[in-house]
């Protein structure tokens, strides 16, 4: 079953618009990771964080993780219409060397 | 190759068949993972490899379902008796396997209609 919920479900704003998107998960974990899949396409990851991190950036990517709350969040700044997909936070529990996935945001960027 | 490579890219069989699903992952990455993936869903763990061995099959949904990694490079996912319940698509994923789950590096994925 899957462990992670994600938040919002869907999110569809204009473009250069700032994203956020939102993970929550129930157990300890060693790592959290962000993947972003295009319609009918593979998963591309993203950016890593690890559980002693509290924020990454990669690019127009910041990640922050708030291991107390068991929450992590995805930010996109100045989205672009090649930003829509959907967005997948996966998590990798303490014992565990899997990761399991949330259930995903589906994000539009509208022109 | 350069990045994983899945067959076949679709597949479409009638209840009861036997299937089999391949994954050629990236040279030289030792841990190997297959998900499944349902429409409007996210992925769901299926079995893990590193190296020749499943270090955790415990996605695995029944005894229908089966896979192998004899040399510890292609892998095949194999479902008996399939059930119109078992069509979704099929994502393998491959990484260093070093240390803890880093980058996994996904094929595009089998899409299996059972009818």
């Known amino acids: 079953s899957q462990q992670g919920e994600e938040d919002p479900q869907a999110l569809s704003i204009q473009e250069g618009e700032n994203a956020t998107m939102n993970c929550s998960y129930k157990?300890?974990?060693?790592?959290l990771q962000w993947y972003r899949q295009n319609s009918g396409r593979g998963l591309v990851h993203l950016i890593l964080?690890?559980?002693?991190?509290r924020e990454k950036h990669s690019g127009r990517l910041r990640v922050t993780l708030d291991t107390s709350k068991k929450s992590s969040s995805l930010l996109i700044t100045a989205s672009r219409a090649a930003d829509t997909a959907s967005y997948f936070c996966?998590?990798?529990?303490?014992?565990?060397?899997?990761?399991?996935f949330g259930q995903g945001t589906r994000l539009t960027i509208n022109p | 190759g350069a990045g994983v490579s899945q067959t076949p890219s679709n597949k479409v069989t009638e209840k009861g068949k036997y299937v089999e699903l391949r994954c050629d992952p990236i040279?030289?990455?030792?841990?190997l993972y297959w998900y499944r993936q349902s429409l409007g869903q996210g992925p769901e763990f299926l079995i893990y490899?590193?190296?020749?061995?499943?270090?955790?099959d415990s996605g695995l949904p029944n005894d229908r379902f089966f896979a192998v990694r004899p040399e510890g490079s292609v892998s095949t996912l194999k479902i008996q008796r399939t059930e119109r319940g078992d069509s979704a698509v099929y994502l393998c994923?491959?990484?260093?396997?070093?240390?803890?789950?880093?980058?996994?590096?996904f094929g595009e994925g089998s899409r299996l209609t059972v009818l």
């Open positions: 040279s030289g990455h030792t841990a």
């Open positions: 490899f590193q190296g020749t061995g499943a270090a955790d």
């Open positions: 964080i690890r559980s002693n991190e």
């Open positions: 157990t300890s974990i060693n790592n």
């Open positions: 996966a998590t990798e529990f303490q014992g565990a060397q899997k990761l399991v």
């Open positions: 994923a491959s990484s260093t396997g070093l240390g803890d789950t880093g980058e996994l590096f």
